[in-house]
DNA sequence: GAGGTGAAGTTCAAATTTCAACCTTCGACC
DNA sequence: GGTCGAAGGTTGAAATTTGAACTTCACCTC
């Protein structure tokens, strides 16, 4: 008989660990070189998806649910960047159980500061690494994988 | 003049955008499927590298290295799992400064129960959603990533 | 064989993340 | 209108991670 699971083979086995020890070092990297301008990655993706919102806010899940974060774990960190002026929060009208985190110009000048500083460092530790095929694989694969879990 | 940035094209945003987010959620959804042993993705892997290292053991350094986490990190996890009777440590005596991490047992045996379960959510929710083309591609690209970054 | 430098690990405190409990408001239904 | 289940957010405590300081030991050089 044989076993039931279906054990990966030695190159996916391969891959997969890449996967993981590059994506630590990747993330390790990313984050060392944000810490200059006293952000971390998790703080600069949200400075960047409001930055990129309508009037530059967004309401609280629907950040969270971008970033596949908990709604706790966003409530603490935009309580951080509050203190930190860079996000401020207002309430919905629309809807009184809601929130806005809205980017302050503040917010959105440090971002302009770091963002092509964070962006070479996505290039040279990972983008221009890979052929443009490969990395066009890598959003597949990914996206596939987005697709497959979807929400939390 | 033209900038001097060189920010990523339409498709690479996306992509990058893909990987951040299928990673947050693939690690999130692999973390919930191991807790019904008691485990998170990083105690399973420290787990895994012990399992296959001569004699069941590594040290402490090599291990850190090995998933790219700091000396400290490593001490607190490892301090849990020993808690939990899944490691040990002993003390190295060709150099007196090094540690042992072995795996115990009882740790064995919880990853020979954990490690079909594991496998199967890395199949379903990532190795099995792309092409064997694309998988294969993710593995050189991180690769490439380990190889540049190097060692923290 | 005494210093000096650096590697291996641990420790403690601070920062961050998780987890469950808890309001408040919305919306659907009656 | 009144009720009930669920969504949006927050809170506070516990668990985990980070970062810097510290101890012990190895190794090199003089």
Redesign the interface.
């Known amino acids: 008989m044989t076993?039931?699971?279906?054990?990966?083979d030695s190159?996916?086995q391969?891959?997969?660990r890449?996967?993981?020890?590059?994506?630590?070092?990747?993330m390790?990297?990313l984050d060392d070189d944000l810490r200059q301008f006293g952000l971390g990655i998790n703080d600069y993706?949200i400075l960047v998806r409001l930055s990129e919102a309508p009037d530059r806010r967004l309401r609280m899940a629907e950040l969270a649910d971008?970033?596949?974060?908990s709604r706790s774990r966003l409530t603490h960190t935009v309580g951080r960047l509050e203190a930190a002026e860079l996000v401020r929060r207002t309430s919905c009208k629309s809807d009184k159980r809601g929130v806005w985190a809205e980017l302050t110009d503040a917010g959105f000048s440090l971002l302009e500061q770091a963002?092509?500083y964070h962006?070479?460092g996505?290039?040279?530790?990972?983008?221009d690494?890979?052929s443009p095929?490969?990395?066009?694989?890598?959003?597949?694969?990914?996206?596939?994988?987005?697709e497959?879990?979807?929400q939390?």
């Open positions: 076993t039931g699971t279906r054990w990966l190159e996916q391969v891959a997969w890449a996967y993981l020890l590059g994506t630590a070092r990747l390790a990297k993706e971008r970033l596949h974060q963002a092509p962006v070479d996505v290039r040279e530790n990972l983008v690494l890979a095929e490969d990395f066009a694989a890598v959003g597949r694969v990914f996206d596939a994988v987005s497959h879990i979807g939390r």
